[in-house]
């Protein structure tokens, strides 16, 4: 059965770092796009970053351009996003997704979605 979890979230103050992890089974993680998305409280569930399968091309919504990195190991089915420079907007359930042909913001074009994790700003 495939599946996705989430883990790595938690209560950061402003200025904070945070590094949350995708880990998936039951399927190749290798062979699909990965997109990290989140969504705040009363808000639309926004993509954050994405990288690609193959040539690993990488894409940051323009929010957390230069404050996030997304990163991908396939030989252990995981995907990783570093969040450095907290700010209390980045406050969301954190969705990891795989399934998509090639990277995108679209989260219809993904099949597979972790449970989500919480950052929340303590400041």
């Known amino acids: 059965q495939a599946q996705i979890v989430e883990s790595g979230g938690g209560l950061v103050q402003s200025g904070g770092s945070l590094r949350l992890t995708c880990t998936a089974s039951g399927f190749t993680l290798g062979y699909y796009a990965i997109g990290w998305f989140r969504q705040a409280p009363g808000k639309e569930r926004e993509g954050v970053s994405c990288?690609?399968?193959?040539?690993?091309?990488?894409y940051y919504a323009d929010s957390v351009k230069d404050r996030f990195t997304i990163s991908r190991d396939d030989e252990r089915n995981t995907a990783y996003l570093q969040l450095n420079n907290l700010k209390p907007e980045d406050t969301a359930v954190y969705y990891c997704?795989?399934?998509?042909?090639?990277?995108?913001?679209?989260?219809?074009?993904?099949?597979?979605w972790g449970q989500g994790t919480q950052f929340t700003d303590s400041s």
């Open positions: 990288i690609s399968n193959g040539n690993g091309r990488i």
């Open positions: 997704a795989a399934g998509a042909p090639f990277c995108t913001f679209y989260r219809y074009s993904y099949s597979h």
